[in-house]
């Protein structure tokens, strides 16, 4: 794992643009952990606004060029500082720190949200929207006025009319506000269906292709490859578990489902490559990785936490991930 | 409403946000998704000039969620015996400050200073003029003592 921290730049000039691009990208939270590490936390700290003082608008605008250098420093010493400036920069959104470059990996993560939020659309019901209130009929407000006439003397027949006029003015301004929240509500619902039927669309697509992944590909087991490559790309091909984050038990139990069968084809595979040592020890491997495997899709299936098991889950790929690839490079 | 561009104005700085205040990154993408599966189930939110901001609020409350959860609290990975856990698999913040402060102790009081005076923002000559040495000497304890808390933390030295 990197140090993030040890990327600060020993050019003062450069620490406002460094600290910019930690506040956007996907590396704060390591960079805290860092600076908490070498700066403990002093009591009394400080508070946001009066570290940024007088800047705190043109922060928001344009940055911390104009930030004076102290500030910064303060800012690095108290690593909440920094989370709390992210914060208030994000949420705020505006076009300077919108346009901070990221990293082109950073934007291949946003990229690869994008792909599964288009998938996940096809499957998501709009909430309808709550049923709207009706305004009271122009009948009734008209019925009230005349009763409000026909008991009033002369002098109050004028103000009875204006007072249905009014009404019945009141309530067809009801009605057309009515009517045109209606619109929004439907053009909204719509949009969405739209939305989400183009994202079904994909999907469907994506599920006309050649099926099959991880250990359960035709090409899971080459059999003109090295020792190492060939664990190498055991491993590669585990590693395509990460490639579909499922978001439901069903889905979570179907996933974890295919790469227990992928264990199950490893297990019975030839392995030509591997000298026998290295066989003997993947099949043993293999029977823990997939009683793990067992337990953890019991688990989805009787307590329903796919957030929970999916991390267990991703847990036991990285560890068999690492296996492979320590076993390959022992030589 | 444009979902497409919604998602692209606004996803950036949702998962900026997350990656900063979870463990780790598969949590952060995944409680990402979570966020606008919800404003996908809720178009009317995405709609008015209030997006981003509702964004965040589902956001937080999201993590609060996360962190309230027993699991999350315990997030140890059962760990394979004859395997060295290699240091992605402990991706518990707290851990990491632990270890990192363990780091940090076992260097000599030099270089802790001039770890110290970096991570503050200091320049080296800044640091050299004020412990009164030369800044070369600085560079090279600096340099050594990134390569130690790179070994001590599991990182190849540079």
């Avoid at chain 2, 699991?71 to 060295?84: H, T």
Wanted: aromatic fraction near 6%; charged fraction near 30%.
């Amino acid at each position: 794992m990197t140090w993030a921290a040890m990327t600060i730049p020993d050019d003062p000039a450069d620490l406002p643009g460094w600290l910019e691009s930690q506040l956007v990208g996907p590396d704060l939270g390591r960079l805290a952990t860092e600076l908490r590490a070498v700066h403990p936390p002093r009591s009394p700290a400080p508070s946001l606004d009066a570290v940024l003082g007088s800047s705190a608008g043109a922060v928001l605008r344009s940055g911390l060029g104009g930030l004076p250098r102290p500030a910064l420093q303060v800012l690095l010493r108290h690593p909440d500082l920094l989370l709390e400036l992210q914060e208030r920069v994000l949420i705020a959104g505006t076009g300077y720190w919108a346009a901070r470059p990221t990293s082109e990996e950073f934007g291949r993560a946003v990229d690869r949200g994008w792909e599964r939020v288009r998938t996940a659309a096809a499957g998501v019901r709009v909430e309808p929207a709550p049923a709207p209130v009706r305004a009271r009929s122009g009948t009734a407000r008209r019925f009230l006025a005349y009763a409000v006439t026909s008991l009033a003397t002369a002098a109050a027949v004028l103000i009875a009319v204006i007072v249905g006029l009014s009404a019945r003015f009141d309530s067809e301004k009801r009605a057309a506000e009515t009517a045109r929240l209606d619109l929004t509500r439907e053009r909204d619902d719509a949009r969405a269906a739209a939305a989400a039927a183009e994202a079904r669309a994909a999907d469907l697509q994506a599920k006309a292709a050649p099926s099959g992944w991880g250990w359960q590909r035709a090409d899971a087991f080459p059999t003109g490859a090295t020792r190492a490559e060939y664990l190498t790309q055991l491993a590669d091909r585990a590693e395509e578990w990460f490639k579909k984050r499922p978001d439901t038990p069903e889905a979570l139990a179907r996933r974890l489902g295919e790469f227990r069968q992928g264990c199950s084809a490893l297990q019975f595979a030839a392995h030509a490559p591997l000298p026998e040592a290295d066989r003997e020890w993947l099949r043993e491997r293999c029977r823990v990785w997939s009683r793990r495997f067992d337990e953890q899709r019991a688990q989805v299936e009787e307590a329903g936490d796919t957030a929970a098991t999916r991390a267990a889950a991703d847990a036991t790929v990285r560890q068999l991930v690492t296996a492979l690839r320590t076993r390959a490079a022992a030589g | 409403m444009d979902v497409n561009a919604l998602y692209h104005a606004h996803a950036p700085a949702l998962l900026a946000f997350l990656s900063a205040r979870l463990p780790s990154w598969e949590a952060a993408e995944d409680l990402h998704h979570t966020v606008w599966v919800r404003a996908l189930r809720q178009p009317r939110e995405l709609s008015g000039d209030h997006a981003r901001r509702w964004l965040f609020t589902v956001a937080k409350n999201l993590l609060n969620d996360h962190w309230r959860r027993p699991e999350s609290r315990r997030r140890k990975a059962e760990l394979d015996p004859d395997l060295p856990a290699p240091a992605e698999e402990s991706p518990d913040p707290d851990d990491r400050l632990a270890r990192l402060k363990n780091c940090i102790g076992q260097l000599s009081a030099d270089y802790r200073a001039v770890v110290e005076a970096r991570f503050a923002g200091e320049s080296s000559a800044e640091t050299a003029a004020r412990l009164g040495i030369a800044p070369a000497l600085v560079d090279t304890r600096y340099h050594k003592a990134k390569d130690r808390l790179r070994t001590c933390a599991g990182e190849p030295p540079s």
